[in-house]
Nanobody, 124 residues
């Protein structure tokens, strides 16, 4: 059974940092592109960052460029999202998702496997 599990969310003050993890079970992560999405209350789910199978290609939505870094450890079957200089507008539930085609898009329609999400709250 293919499963993705996110962890690392929490409450952080503006300017703080968090590292999210996306752990895979039931399949080998290095055969999949992984993306992070987020959904704030009352808003649509948006793509935040994605990474190719080998990790050589990454994409970011403009609002997080220079602050967030996506990486993967295929030996650990895990993808990470390092989030620095967090802002209140980063508050959302963060999801990781997987797709087989090696094209790291930020379109949610391209992804078939999804985790349950982890809450990130940025507030003083």
């Amino acid at each position: 059974q293919l499963k993705l599990v996110e962890s690392g969310g929490g409450l952080v003050q503006p300017g703080g940092s968090l590292r999210l993890s996306c752990a895979a079970s039931g399949f080998t992560l290095n055969n999949y592109v992984i993306a992070w999405f987020r959904q704030a209350p009352g808003k649509e789910r948006e793509g935040v960052s994605s990474i190719s199978r080998s990790g050589t290609q990454t994409n970011y939505v403009d609002s997080v460029k220079g602050r967030f870094t996506i990486s993967r450890d295929n030996a650990m079957n895990t993808v990470y999202l390092q989030m620095n200089s967090l802002k209140p507008e980063d508050t959302a539930v963060y999801y990781c998702a997987a797709r087989r085609i090696n094209n790291p898009t930020l379109n949610r329609e391209d992804y078939r496997q999804w985790g349950q999400g982890t809450q990130v709250t940025v507030s003083s």
